[in-house]
């Protein structure tokens, strides 16, 4: 790895439900929590080098009992009063469906 610059917390977001999405992300982002904040919309905390080159991260956030496409790495599940939510991330490949 290349020098460590200094490391932030970003947020964002709103996020997409269901259906695979793309956030460009300072590369080796490390994605933290993911909730709803100020209403229904689910945001994505993540530590960053904001030195670092932006790359696209491909996401989804699917509900319980909904379909994923293969692959993909569970990051984190949210619990809301009637839902519970769940974050994959495909890196920086699309997700195969």
Not at 14 to 33: C, K, S, T
């Amino acid at each position: 790895m290349m020098g460590q610059g200094v490391r932030k917390i970003f947020k964002y977001g709103p996020l997409e439900i269901g259906v695979p999405f793309v956030l460009y992300m300072p590369a080796e982002a490390q994605i933290i929590h993911f909730a709803a904040q100020h209403g229904q919309q689910l945001w994505l905390w993540a530590e960053v080098d904001p030195a670092r080159e932006e790359r696209g991260r491909h996401l989804m956030v699917v509900a319980t009992g909904q379909e994923k496409p293969h692959g993909g790495t569970y990051v984190e599940s949210w619990v809301s009063d009637e839902y519970v939510w769940h974050l994959y991330d495909f890196g920086g490949m699309p997700p195969q469906t």
